[in-house]
């Protein structure tokens, strides 16, 4: 047997992989758009951001095992930084600033994000500090409270000093500008018409591809395998030496810093935040994305991404028109049928596979 | 005699009214395995529990090496030199065999974040070096072929060599086992008798938490002997085996041999 054919033949199989999912990424808003106008690719776009929040997430629930309900805090915490940072709001209410600033605050995305990732983990530190000793349920509830706390504070923030706006939000925050190509606007790019959403689509990937490298990375090393030992036994990896605090503390920043991409993405994207986009439900949705998918596999939390952000969308355009087709009119709102479509997919996926549609698969049984 | 690997004097703990440890001290020597026994209930596992840090002693001393240490934190206690292992064994269960004794290298390597995500010449060379310690510690223990088994795979006899092993990759200066032959039939009680014989020729010193009379007479150089809180007894498995507390504290009553 040749022995150089039987090794070049996987590689050659693994680069054809490779190259083919490249293509499917940079395709992607074509096909879709083609099929289903830009109304689809912007769901996308949103899959996309989701997909950052769970990949932060996975790495506080799935790695280190330490049951976040609040998740969504760390994404209010970047969306609100972008819109004060790169909108007319501060300079607006205040003077002083409006002084220094005479052409309006604008800050660089490239400094945005970075700033965001930052002030994300500071504030995930924060959530982890006087949480160290709570495990499971208890976790979740403190958690929870968390994120209820930081959307209150952004409602509630306008008076004495006006600075989220309070429920009215804060609007016209600057749209995401690379090399000066403006991503709102549609782009004639080497001949080609690209509208806004994709152009989002192909810098919400590249960020997406980059937080998927971080947590691969992560995943297969020291401290990867550190907080897997912590979320299996934690008085076991303790007795071996390892600082569990310090390591959940790492967990909670890293997560949160993705989170904190994410939310100034959002922000940039949307041009609008207020209070309503960071309510407990989607910490629950972003939460149900890394559980539905794998807890830890990120495979998994991809799946359960694409799933969760695309399902409600497809029951959405389908329903209607289903229920036309056989019944000649729409007995039941689309609307109430989703919901109940979207919980019974989760119960049944709860019941019959418990680790997730696409489980890590660690080791030979 | 050179200076005691761990010295431990005077520890005292109290639960509410209940005086668990009164004032126990204890003495290993380097090379040694030193057994520590005693009935149910006369302390072994709280003073074990002191001494790796789970629980906070009122009073003592604690010396490892000639050097203190204070037993306030679990890894603390790891990072100075003492592993142990588990009565019931805790594994890392949905981690690789393998992955469990790298996990045991982690206090002595020193990988970080950014080691992780670039993955510079030095982190590719310790990763590569915890791999070959993992392995090279999976087949001193006999289980180096199920190395890519999930631990919880493994029969229960497995289990608790991995579990030496993940204790040894720390590189400790005291292997402390609590209650290895626990649950173990006569053939896996055998094959550790065999192991802990390897280690102790290895020049490792092992503290050796045991209820199984014939594998702690068998095995240890040294043996205390703990009952209601105190030491009763110290000395080599013969003296121990004869003295009349240590027969008093197991078959009651006073002694008549």
């Known amino acids: 047997m040749n022995l150089s054919t039987t090794l070049t033949l996987p590689r050659a199989k693994a680069r054809l992989g490779a190259l083919l999912f490249a293509l499917a990424i940079v395709l992607a808003p074509w096909l879709l758009g083609h099929a289903g106008g830009n109304a689809w690719v912007r769901t996308l776009d949103f899959a996309l951001l989701y997909l950052m929040l769970a990949l932060g997430l996975n790495i506080v629930v799935g790695y280190a095992g330490l049951l976040d309900m609040g998740f969504i805090a760390f994404y209010a915490v970047g969306a609100y930084l972008t819109a004060l940072l790169a909108s007319p709001h501060l300079t607006s ?96 790019l080497f001949g080609l018409r690209v509208p806004s959403v994709y152009l989002y689509y192909y810098l919400f990937a590249a960020l997406a591809l980059v937080i998927v490298f971080v947590c691969v990375r992560l995943e297969h090393s020291r401290i990867g395998r550190a907080w897997v030992a912590v979320r299996e036994d934690e008085q076991a990896a303790s007795a071996m030496g390892l600082d569990t605090k310090r390591l959940k503390l790492l967990a909670f920043a890293m997560g949160a810093a993705f989170g904190g991409v994410s939310g100034a993405m959002f922000a940039s994207f949307q041009g609008f935040v207020s209070p309503e986009s960071f309510s407990l439900n989607e910490s629950i949705v972003v939460l149900a994305m890394v559980v539905l998918g794998g807890m830890g596999h990120i495979p998994g939390v991809i799946l359960g991404c694409l799933l969760l952000a695309a399902l409600p969308e497809l029951l959405r355009a389908s329903l209607g028109p289903l229920q036309q087709s056989l019944f000649g009119q729409v007995l039941v709102d689309p609307e109430i049928i989703r919901q109940l479509i979207y919980g019974l997919a989760l119960i049944l996926a709860m019941l019959y596979r418990p680790a997730g549609l696409w489980p890590a698969s660690r080791g030979s049984q | 005699m050179s200076t005691p690997l761990l010295q431990i004097d005077q520890v005292r703990k109290q639960f509410g009214g209940v005086a668990a440890l009164n004032g126990v001290s204890l003495t290993i020597a380097p090379g040694h395995v030193h057994g520590l026994i005693g009935p149910n209930g006369a302390g072994k596992t709280t003073f074990f529990n002191v001494m790796t840090g789970l629980y906070t002693a009122d009073s003592g001393r604690f010396m490892l090496d000639g050097q203190t240490y204070a037993p306030t934190a679990v890894h603390k206690v790891a990072q100075a030199g003492i592993a142990r292992t588990f009565q019931n064994i805790r594994l890392f269960n949905s981690m690789t065999v393998l992955e469990n004794v790298m996990v045991g290298r982690h206090v002595r390597t ?30 001193y223990v006999g289980i180096g072929q199920w190395a890519d088994s999930r631990a919880d795979a493994l029969s229960y006899g497995h289990q608790r060599r991995l579990e030496i092993a993940r204790a040894l990759a720390t590189e400790p200066r005291l292997l402390a086992l609590d209650e290895p032959a626990a649950g173990m039939n006569a053939t896996e009680k055998q094959q550790l008798r065999g192991l802990l014989e390897k280690i102790r020729d290895d020049g490792r010193t092992v503290l050796l938490i045991e209820h199984d009379v014939k594998l702690v007479m068998g095995v240890c150089d040294r043996i205390s002997v703990l009952d209601y809180g105190t030491l009763i007894a110290e000395g080599s498995p013969q003296d121990v085996r004869r003295h009349p507390a240590v027969i008093k504290a197991y078959l009651g009553g006073a002694a008549h041999v």
Do not use: C
């Not at chain 1, 994000?113 to 995930?124: C, K, N, S």
């Not at chain 1, 976790?139 to 306008?158: K, P, S, Y």
């Not at chain 2, 510079?120 to 310690?133: L, P, Q």
């Open chain 1, 93 to 188: 209410q205040f003077a002083v600033l409006a002084a220094w600033f005479p052409q309006g605050l604008h800050v660089s995305v490239w400094l945005i994000v970075p700033l965001a990732a930052l002030l994300a983990a500071g504030f995930g530190l924060l959530l982890g500090a006087p949480t160290l000793r709570l495990r499971g349920d208890y976790l979740a509830i403190v958690t929870l409270g968390f994120g209820e706390i930081i959307r209150i504070f952004m409602r509630n923030l306008d008076r004495p000093l006006n600075i989220t706006n309070g429920p009215k939000g804060i609007a016209s925050v600057d749209p995401v500008s690379l090399f000066g190509v403006n991503l709102a606007r549609t782009q004639d």
């Open chain 2, 110 to 139: 020193r990988n970080g974040v950014w080691a992780a995500l670039s993955r510079h010449r030095r982190a590719r060379e310790e990763e590569r070096e915890t791999e070959a310690v993992a392995r090279h510690l999976l087949d």
